[in-house]
């Protein structure tokens, strides 16, 4: 696990984000962790993570040409990611969202920020089923632009209905890349070194054993 894999771990446990217990899923899947993005809701909050995105982005070696968040929860993230790139990086790269509901006066239309044109990297919280994905790459299609890949913060390497995970499932039909902060190797090797329960881990194992992924 990289340096930096490590501190947003210990940054999403610091602020609640990452927890762990006994959680019952949309899926009705019993999970020994759950994870909600939803809960970086401060400004410094939001800053790091966006720092921890552009880190993951940049050692992904992915080539794009502006950075797209799908509405809702994408905005900030997107925008979070497009300063941190900039600070950190030296790279100024526009950024777009949509709105759900198209504005018939002022600027009008569905995108708000730059065009779309390009490349154009998605940036999410978490892929469940792939949805929002899907509907944010027939968004960039339909501008003439091209998805190049997304950036989400956890991969749950987690089986959907078939044997494929969301994040497998979006790779394979799509043929893009898609980049996590972390994964749920990464969880587990974390609760190994730093938290040291064997209750825990054991819960975590048994899960990935049950619904994990093919490695």
Known sequence: MKPYQQAFLEFALQQGVLRFGE??????????????????????????????????????????????????????????????????QGLDYPYAFNRKEAKDHGEGGT???AALRGRVLVIDDVMTAGTAIREAAAIVAGHGAELAGVAISL????????????????????GVPV?????????????????????????????????????
């Open 23 to 88: 959680y019952t899923l949309k899926s009705g899947r019993i999970s020994p962790y759950f994870f909600n993005a939803g809960l970086f809701q401060t400004g410094s909050a939001l800053s790091r993570l966006g720092q921890f995105y552009a880190q993951a982005i940049v050692e992904s070696g992915i080539q794009f040409d502006m950075l797209f968040g799908p509405a809702y929860k994408g905005i900030p993230l997107a925008a979070s990611v497009a300063i941190a790139l900039y600070e950190q």
């Open 111 to 113: 995108i708000v920020g």
């Open 179 to 215: 980049i996590s902060i972390v994964g749920l190797n990464n969880v587990i090797q974390h609760v190994q070194e730093q938290i040291a329960e064997p209750k825990l881990l054991a819960a975590i194992q048994a899960y990935r054993q049950q619904y994990g992924i093919e490695a």
């Open 155 to 174: 991969d749950r390497q987690e089986r959907g209905q078939g044997s494929l995970s969301a994040v497998q499932e979006v790779q394979t039909q799509m």
